[in-house]
């Protein structure tokens, strides 16, 4: 079964850095992204970031443009997303999702959350001021 599964998720200071991991089994697909969305309470789901596995290529939300950073470790089948001055704002719910032949890359909308077709459990991170 595929499966992904989100961790590395705390609390922090405002200014401080975190780093998610996303790690993934049973995964039969060549062609893929690897996508870090979240959602804080009351608000709707928002895409951060992902990486396609066939370029390497990444996509930011404005909003952590310049403050994360997406990468994956082929040998270790695992996505992580290094947050750094980390913002009250930021705190959210982060899960990680697959979304296979990179369909939302190939639509021009790589952070289109209902194209991804695997999703993980959630890591709470909560950014205090």
């Known amino acids: 079964d595929v499966q992904l599964q989100a961790s590395g998720g705390g609390l922090v200071q405002a200014g401080g850095s975190l780093r998610l991991s996303c790690l993934l089994s049973?995964?039969?697909?060549?062609?893929?992204?690897i996508g870090w969305f979240r959602q804080a309470p009351g608000k709707e789901r928002e895409g951060v970031s992902c990486i396609n596995s066939d370029d390497g290529s990444t996509h930011y939300a404005d909003s952590v443009k310049g403050r994360f950073t997406i990468s994956s470790d082929a040998a270790k089948n695992t996505v992580y997303l290094q947050m750094t001055s980390l913002k009250p704002e930021d705190t959210a719910v982060y899960y990680c999702?697959?979304?296979?032949?990179?369909?939302?890359?190939?639509?021009?909308?790589?952070?289109?959350?209902?194209?991804?077709?695997?999703w993980g459990q959630g890591t709470q991170v909560t950014v205090s001021s």
């Open positions: 049973g995964f039969p697909f060549d062609d893929y992204a």
């Open positions: 999702a697959a979304d296979i032949y990179s369909i939302g890359t190939v639509l021009g909308d790589p952070l289109s959350g209902p194209i991804f077709d695997y």
